[in-house]
């Protein structure tokens, strides 16, 4: 990697995201480490149960929806609904600019 001038090795999670930038994946549904299991998800069974008028949210629903795979594992977007997800992967941020893109004129009062 090349960091203020100096070309020095990259870091795991450097590694990463250049490994998803150039496959041109999104982060949130490769394939994690961790199993599904069923009783670590509570608090989002109970949420959607209280915003979709008691209705359960199955097992099967979720596979289908990509938030397991068939082989038990969770992507990388599930892990974060875990009932005691405490990670560092939740960070948000947000940029504002000046016109409706990034590379948008900037106009003046002039």
Same mark, same amino acid.
């Given at each position: 990697?090349?960091? %203020? &001038?100096?070309?020095?090795?990259?870091?795991? +999670?450097?590694?990463?995201?250049?490994?998803?930038?150039?496959?041109?994946?999104?982060? %949130?549904?490769?394939?994690?480490?961790?199993?599904? +299991?069923?009783?670590? $998800?509570?608090?989002?069974?109970?949420?959607? =149960?209280?915003?979709?008028?008691?209705?359960?949210?199955?097992?099967? =629903?979720?596979?289908?929806?990509? $938030?397991?795979?068939? +082989?038990?594992?969770?992507?990388?977007? =599930?892990?974060? $609904?875990? %009932?005691?997800?405490?990670?560092?992967?939740? +960070?948000?941020?947000?940029?504002?600019?000046?016109?409706?893109?990034?590379?948008?004129?900037?106009?003046? %009062? &002039?």
């Amino acid at each position: 990697m090349r960091r %203020d &001038g100096f070309t020095n090795g990259a870091t795991y +999670e450097e590694i990463i995201e250049m490994s998803v930038k150039s496959k041109n994946t999104q982060y %949130d549904i490769l394939t994690s480490d961790k199993e599904y +299991e069923a009783s670590n $998800f509570k608090i989002l069974r109970e949420f959607y =149960a209280s915003h979709n008028n008691g209705k359960v949210l199955t097992e099967k =629903a979720l596979q289908s929806m990509g $938030f397991y795979k068939e +082989e038990g594992l969770l992507v990388n977007g =599930a892990v974060l $609904f875990e %009932d005691h997800y405490h990670g560092k992967k939740t +960070e948000v941020q947000c940029s504002v600019f000046s016109g409706f893109h990034k590379g948008s004129e900037r106009y003046g %009062d &002039g």
